[in-house]
DNA sequence: GTTGATAATCTCAACGTTGAAATAACAGCA
DNA sequence: TGCTGTTATTTCAACGTTGAGATTATCAAC
């Protein structure tokens, strides 16, 4: 079966047959994947009131485990976007009653964000179906085939250096 | 080697042991991994006076081949945006004479967008070494695993539907 | 205890995308 | 010829991020 990128790779084949462009057939996969499965996460997210930036931040509080806080820092490290950003998520996600900030009293430069009860039912009420629909989009691998595409990502991340949340 | 995505499972395995959020393994790679890579490239082109959308508009033209030029529509569906950001792209690039309108004789509801000589120029300049440092940040991975990591992106990619470029 | 360097967050203007509406042109057909 | 539905592009306000600077706090060394 050939996808979108096969046919970009034979137009540079035939237009520059002097270059070997065989790394685009993983970064322009990584790169189109990313974009259609975030689509596909929008979708998902849309009819259960969220938006993809605010369920990763929940997420992330959920997964870090009681009391459900993170300083803002942890935050925007692990979304890998700037501190602006997450001030800004924080905010809107403030008003809407899922985190509050709380004044953290071993430094006081820090802000901690703590998940409230609302965000944490929130949470736990839709990831369950959210990984059965990543599930569902990664379905036309079989186990194996999942197990090797997940090692080969991570040795690429690893050797990227991305080896901590924050 | 682990990576940031071993470290979130880890997480998960212990607050929601009852989920098995295997998918995560690939959909989470899928996402940092198009993150760090794109802050690389952006990197990367930055000292040639480009950002990376603009490289991509003049990839898409110079690898469809003599005379250089495609349609409005063409160019966002292979880069997979809105029909509202590719007329804006064509208008910045325009006016830094990369690339120029041209009506469409077949179709008055189309505009042939048409790489420049100076445009053209640029994209045979950068494309070599933008290849070469493709090929650098991919470099942990030895070629079978390229091929097999490639192999198993386009079978994904391909079974959401992704194999046509517009 | 003051100084200087580093760190955490917030602020804000600039940037680019989205999504929907507007405009113009085509194609088929009565 | 005149309708009707569809297609291609442009327009534009809303949105969220970036990147740099401002603010406030910490820490180590004097």
Redesign the interface.
Known sequence: ????????MT??A???PD?????????G??????????R?LKEFFAPHGLERWEFDVLATL????PPYELTAGALNKAA?VTSGAITNRIDRMAARGLVERIPDSGDRRSVLVRLTERGLALVDEV??PH?AN??R?????DPR??D???A?????????G????G
């Open positions: 079966m050939n996808d979108a990128v096969d046919l970009l137009q540079w035939r237009e520059r270059l070997d462009v065989w790394p685009m057939g993983i970064m996969r990584i790169s189109r994947l990313s974009r259609l499965l975030d596909e959920r997964r870090s485990g890998m990831l369950e990984v990543e599930a989009l990664l379905a036309s691998l085939e999942r090797h595409l997940a080969a990502l991570r040795s690429l991340l690893a050797s990227l991305d080896t901590t949340l």
